[in-house]
Structure formats: C-alpha cells, structure tokens
C-alpha cells in the first residue's frame, strides 16, 4: 500500500512539473510572439514619424511659396492700382 501511495504522489508531481513545463512553454511563446509584434510596431512608427517630418517639411516649403505668391500679389495689385490711378491723372 506504501508503495501504491508513493506512486500516486509521484505520478501528482509529474502532472505538476509538465503543467509548470507547458505553462512555461506557452508563456515564452507568447512572450516571443508580442516580442516580435511590438518589433513590428515600433518600426511602422519609425517609418511613420519619418514621413510625418517629410510631409511637414513640404508642408512648410509649399507655405513659404504661398505666402511669397501672395506677398507677390499684393504688391502687383498695388502697382496696378497706382498705374491705373497715373493714367486717370494723364487723362485729365
């Protein structure tokens, strides 16, 4: 009887230890699986920042030309205005 309550207590441990091995097992392969995945995202926001500063740069040059384009025009709408005043002095 001794040795048939020996056996059960060690046929209990080892369900214990291959439950604390597979318990083991699929925690490193979750773990290297989110491993991989955080890998993944943190090279999209890499490649997304950098675009961002690329799109921001451009957006800053295209405002830059507008402004310039608009200063432009301004300035020509005032010439036109003053020649189109110097021809009405010449006409009277």
Do not use: F, P, Y
């Not at 209990?12 to 989110?34: G, N, R, Y």
């Amino acid at each position: 009887m001794e040795e048939q309550v020996l056996g059960q207590s060690h046929d209990c441990e080892t369900a214990a230890d291959k439950s604390d091995q597979k318990l083991q097992d699929v925690t490193l392969a979750k773990t290297t699986h989110w491993g991989k995945i955080k890998a993944m995202l943190e090279e999209k926001i890499d490649e997304l920042s950098q675009g961002l500063h690329r799109v921001a740069s451009d957006n800053a040059a295209l405002t830059r030309s507008l402004q310039e384009r608009s200063e432009m025009i301004v300035k020509i709408s005032e010439e036109r205005s003053k020649a189109e005043a110097d021809v009405e002095k010449l006409k009277d």
